[in-house]
T-cell receptor, first 111, second 114 residues
Framework: GQQLNQSPQSMFIQEGEDVSMNCTSSSIFNTWLWYKQDPGEGPVLLIALYKAGELTSNGRLTAQFGITRKDSFLNISASIPSDVGIYFC???????????FGAGTRLTVKP | NAGVTQTPKFRVLKTGQSMTLLCAQDMNHEYMYWYRQDPGMGLRLIHYSVGEGTTAKGEVPDGYNVSRLKKQNFLLGLESAAPSQTSVYFCATTSSDRTNYGYTFGSGTRLTVV
């Protein structure tokens, strides 16, 4: 069943605002991945995290691997309309072929 | 260089019909995966393959079969479609030495079973 809990489920923000979303689990993960899915497309990898406490940026995106290894956070600064989509967290539960995904955070950006 | 290509993109089936979804990749990746995406559920792993001629069950394998006769192709079959299999199906791939670096996904197949 679902192992990763993402919140919020959806967000409606104004262009230019910053966004924060998170992913938590009752299980420990050794890798955290963040994907973005555009409408009608498959998910695309945004950021990968491999060490507890790690903070990694990709342009306006910043993600952190929680110290407890049971959570991760994704921040988007100065949102723009093309940030619209569904953001998924993911991580391998038992092995790298057992990748689990959160239910996603749906982001809407109003111009 | 197409990456990961899924066919068909859309399909409507009647209950009890069968069909095969095709995933083709040109990246020479060893590992291939089939996921289904349902509203509020995220992506759930159906079956996967770690190489030509090998397959394994994922989290939700019931009602599906797979085959990996060629390295570049991974087929997902529904022998007798049920309305509960209405979903968006995604294929993903990765190389054997980069499984924890994230997957490359296809654009999906939207299947409706009526």
């Amino acid at each position: 069943g679902q192992q990763l809990n993402q919140s919020p489920q959806s967000m409606f923000i104004q262009e230019g605002e910053d966004v924060s979303m998170n992913c938590t689990s009752s299980s420990i993960f050794n890798t955290w991945l963040w994907y973005k899915q555009d409408p009608g497309e498959g998910p695309v990898l945004l950021i990968a995290l491999y060490k507890a406490g790690e903070l990694t940026s990709n342009g306006r995106l910043t993600a952190q691997f929680g110290i407890t290894r049971k959570d991760s956070f994704l921040n988007i600064s100065a949102s723009i309309p093309s940030d619209v989509g569904i953001y998924f967290c993911a991580g391998p539960l038992y092995n790298n072929n057992d990748m689990r995904f959160g239910a996603g955070t749906r982001l809407t950006v109003k111009p | 260089n197409a990456g990961v290509t899924q066919t068909p993109k859309f399909r409507v089936l009647k209950t009890g019909q069968s069909m095969t979804l095709l995933c083709a990749q040109d990246m020479n990746h060893e590992y291939m995966y089939w996921y289904r995406q349902d509203p509020g559920m995220g992506l759930r792993l159906i079956h996967y393959s770690v190489g030509e001629g090998t397959t394994a069950k994922g989290e939700v394998p019931d009602g599906y079969n797979v085959s990996r006769l060629k390295k570049q192709n991974f087929l997902l079959g529904l022998e007798s479609a049920a309305p509960s299999q209405t979903s968006v199906y995604f294929c993903a791939t990765t190389s054997s030495d980069r499984t924890n670096y994230g997957y490359t996904f296809g654009s999906g197949t939207r299947l409706t079973v009526v």
